[in-house]
């Protein structure tokens, strides 16, 4: 039972969290993004001997790729949590449930971004690595199921061996 409360906590503060992200406005989202790129990229000495119009360009290009990471990662939690917290009720056909509801949830992401008016719009390119980040997140379940379950075989087989000598 604290298992199932814990993966609902969780669940729920990725979905927040995604929620949160998508309703800023598109400049509060771009300075997140632009100073943590920034702050990681000062870090990192050939990136301080470029010329500041080489900086500008990479600095743009390393935003970029922070965000597409940031839809995948949110989503892989999220698809992870999500997992987990079905697993917990038993659920035969866990993935069949969870991937709609994570499809659903990434459009609504998507959505939130276009209603806010805030300078945002629904981009298809990220509904497809929040799904990706999902289906990730769902796959790293079902890995860490089967190792468990390989597990087990292997000990119970070795438990008839070794009682039956």
Same mark, same amino acid.
């Given at each position: 039972? *604290?298992?199932?409360?814990?993966?609902?906590?969780?669940? =729920?503060?990725?979905a927040?969290?995604?929620l949160?992200?998508s309703s /800023?406005?598109a400049?509060?989202?771009?300075?997140?993004?632009?100073?943590l790129? /920034?702050s990681?990229?000062?870090?990192?000495p050939?990136?301080?001997?470029?010329?500041?119009?080489k900086?500008?360009?990479?600095?743009?290009?390393?935003?970029?790729i922070?965000?597409?990471?940031? #839809?995948?990662?949110?989503?892989?939690?999220? $698809?992870?949590?999500?997992?987990?917290?079905?697993?917990?009720?038993?659920?035969? #056909? @866990?993935?069949?449930v969870?991937f709609?509801?994570?499809a =659903?949830?990434?459009?609504l992401?998507?959505?939130? /971004?276009?209603?806010?008016n805030a300078?945002?719009?629904?981009?298809f390119?990220d509904?497809?690595?929040? @799904?990706? $980040?999902?289906?990730l997140?769902?796959?790293?379940?079902?890995?860490? $199921?089967?190792?468990?379950?390989q597990? *087990?075989r292997?000990?119970?087989?070795?438990?008839v061996?070794?009682?039956g000598?």
């Amino acid at each position: 039972m *604290k298992s199932r409360i814990v993966w609902w906590i969780l669940t =729920a503060l990725c979905a927040l969290l995604i929620l949160g992200l998508s309703s /800023q406005s598109a400049s509060q989202s771009s300075g997140l993004s632009n100073s943590l790129a /920034q702050s990681v990229l000062e870090k990192v000495p050939a990136y301080q001997e470029l010329t500041p119009e080489k900086q500008a360009a990479v600095s743009a290009k390393a935003n970029d790729i922070l965000r597409d990471i940031a #839809h995948v990662v949110t989503f892989m939690a999220l $698809g992870f949590c999500a997992s987990m917290l079905i697993r917990c009720y038993a659920v035969r #056909h @866990w993935a069949a449930v969870i991937f709609p509801v994570l499809a =659903a949830f990434a459009v609504l992401d998507e959505s939130v /971004q276009h209603w806010s008016n805030a300078g945002r719009a629904f981009q298809f390119i990220d509904l497809l690595k929040d @799904w990706l $980040g999902g289906l990730l997140g769902m796959m790293i379940v079902a890995l860490i $199921g089967w190792i468990i379950r390989q597990r *087990k075989r292997e000990e119970s087989s070795h438990g008839v061996s070794s009682s039956g000598t």
